[in-house]
């Protein structure tokens, strides 16, 4: 059956609705042939797979950041996106407001998590202690707010890049003062994450990297960094938080060369200061994207280590060189992505957090509403066709196919270590001779994936 069509969007009914969105009614899963630009056409959060509803699969979360905290600005212009919660002279009164409306949001678009930095959600102070009170203040609040919407904390972070402070980094900054700041931050910030029951801690190095070499001790930063994360570790055991720690790896921006510049380099350097047990990877697309990867293969890189944590959920412009965060609809990339994944097992404690922003000229309430329902529609269209590609088998069963050599006879030796240099020269001498040469497959391969996602 067809459902219903409705071009007309929802009215709210109750008072409490009309807060900040009195337009907008709960987002609901009308089918694939609504015409309602207001409801889901492909994410139903009950729709059960392997036991469980879609919502627990997918775990989509909302970057308060952007969501709430952006205007839209530029590098060459002011914001351009006004809203009414941030009306008012009373900063924490104002930080409040702004909660109820991102509270009333998570519930009408159907988000299970959402996500913040500590100065997204309260305003800095002139020193730490005010800081640390009017976070307190606004903890208080979201732990209520959390309680009465059933809403979850997917992880929280400590904003270590935008106070002028930590124009030269934070952990690698040349300051032993700013570094002790610094870690007073992290401290306060991993505590109420653990107070609004945050199931992950995320460390975004935005300027742990350097300009230039010419005033940088790049193997001191390093080590300092190192020494940074080692201090994390040591007082989550003392506090008893169990959250994942998440490391987000970006090549540049706003820093030349920051140090966690993509998986690969990030494993390495876990590994080499003896931190790879404590840490997980958070990938976003955008910043794959500008470390010259594929969404997918930062993916699978962290898969293969057992380090895939969770997903900054965006996209960035194949025509722009810089971290645009728009909200991705694109079926294929992220088709391959949900195959990556779901073959990693999933997300475990990690989700789907849109870490996206609406464009500069997109400036009204309900836009907040088409850019998220796009992306969990996108998301969900990804997963349900992922999952017929690998129930299906003919992807897998072609990569089987063609590494079995190496499943016995020599191959076999060579993966568990048994074959030589020597042992195989002389097979080659003897017995195999020349290799011949065996097809790819890529454009059938390709063809196969396109068939899926077009039907």
């Known amino acids: 059956m067809s459902a219903k069509k409705n071009t007309r969007p929802a009215r709210a009914k109750t008072a409490a609705a009309r807060a900040h969105?009195?337009?907008?009614?709960?987002?609901?899963?009308?089918?694939?042939?609504?015409?309602?630009?207001?409801?889901?056409?492909?994410?139903?959060?009950?729709?059960?797979?392997?036991?469980?509803?879609?919502?627990?699969?997918?775990?989509?979360?909302?970057?308060y950041w952007h969501s709430f905290c952006g205007t839209g600005a530029d590098p060459f212009g002011r914001g351009t996106i006004v809203r009414k919660w941030d009306e008012g002279k009373d900063e924490v009164s104002i930080a409040k407001n702004r909660m109820d409306a991102a509270f009333e949001f998570f519930q009408k678009i159907q988000s299970p998590f959402w996500a913040f930095?500590?100065?997204?959600?309260?305003?800095?102070?002139?020193?730490?202690?005010?800081?640390?009170?009017?976070?307190?203040?606004?903890?208080?609040?979201?732990?209520?707010?959390?309680?009465?919407?059933?809403?979850?904390?997917?992880?929280?972070?400590?904003?270590?890049?935008?106070?002028?402070?930590?124009?030269?980094?934070?952990?690698?900054?040349?300051?032993?003062?700013?570094?002790?700041?610094?870690?007073?931050?992290?401290?306060?910030?991993?505590?109420?994450?653990?107070?609004?029951?945050?199931?992950?801690?995320?460390?975004?190095?935005?300027?742990?990297?350097?300009?230039?070499?010419?005033?940088?001790?790049?193997?001191?930063?390093?080590?300092?960094?190192?020494?940074?994360?080692?201090?994390?570790?040591?007082?989550?055991?003392?506090?008893?938080?169990?959250?994942?720690?998440?490391?987000?790896?970006?090549?540049?921006?706003?820093?030349?060369?920051?140090?966690?510049?993509?998986?690969?380099?990030?494993?390495?350097?876990?590994?080499?200061?003896?931190?790879?047990?404590?840490?997980?990877?958070?990938?976003?697309?955008?910043?794959?994207?500008?470390?010259?990867?594929?969404?997918?293969?930062?993916?699978?890189?962290?898969?293969?280590?057992?380090?895939?944590?969770?997903?900054?959920?965006?996209?960035?412009?194949?025509?722009?060189?810089?971290?645009?965060?728009?909200?991705?609809?694109?079926?294929?990339?992220?088709t391959l992505a949900m195959v990556s994944i779901l073959r990693a097992g999933g997300l475990g404690s990690g989700g789907l957090n849109f870490d996206a922003k609406l464009r500069r000229q997109s400036i009204d309430l309900e836009d907040l509403f088409h850019a998220h329902i796009g992306g969990m529609d996108a998301y969900a269209l990804a997963f349900k066709i992922a999952r017929d590609i690998l129930a299906d088998g003919q992807l897998d069963g072609f990569v089987a196919d063609r590494y079995a050599s190496f499943d016995e006879g020599y191959g076999k030796e060579i993966e568990t270590g048994k074959a030589t240099f020597k042992s195989l020269e002389k097979l080659v001498l003897t017995k195999l001779g020349e290799p011949k040469p065996r097809s790819g497959k890529q454009e059938l391969l390709e063809n196969l994936i396109t068939s899926y996602i077009h039907g």
């Open 21 to 63: 969105f009195p337009k907008i009614d709960k987002i609901t899963y009308e089918g694939p042939e609504s015409d309602n630009p207001l409801a889901f056409r492909h994410y139903d959060p009950t729709e059960e797979f392997d036991g469980k509803p879609l919502s627990e699969h997918l775990r989509f979360s909302v970057a």
């Open 117 to 334: 930095h500590d100065r997204d959600i309260a305003p800095e102070g002139r020193t730490l202690a005010q800081s640390h009170k009017n976070l307190d203040a606004l903890v208080a609040h979201a732990k209520k707010l959390q309680k009465a919407t059933g809403v979850k904390l997917l992880w929280g972070t400590a904003n270590l890049f935008g106070n002028p402070r930590y124009m030269s980094g934070a952990a690698t900054n040349p300051d032993a003062h700013v570094f002790a700041y610094a870690a007073a931050q992290v401290k306060k910030a991993m505590e109420v994450t653990q107070e609004l029951g945050g199931e992950n801690y995320v460390f975004w190095g935005g300027r742990e990297g350097y300009e230039t070499l010419l005033n940088t001790d790049l193997k001191r930063e390093q080590e300092h960094l190192a020494r940074f994360l080692h201090m994390a570790v040591d007082h989550a055991k003392a506090i008893g938080f169990k959250g994942q720690f998440l490391i987000e790896p970006k090549p540049k921006e706003p820093t030349k060369h920051q140090y966690d510049f993509d998986v690969a380099s990030g494993i390495a350097f876990l590994r080499t200061f003896g931190l790879e047990k404590h840490f997980k990877f958070n990938i976003e697309t955008n910043h794959a994207t500008l470390a010259g990867h594929t969404f997918s293969h930062e993916i699978e890189v962290a898969a293969a280590q057992g380090m895939l944590g969770s997903i900054d959920a965006n996209a960035g412009d194949t025509l722009l060189g810089w971290d645009t965060d728009q909200f991705n609809t694109d079926i294929r990339e992220l």
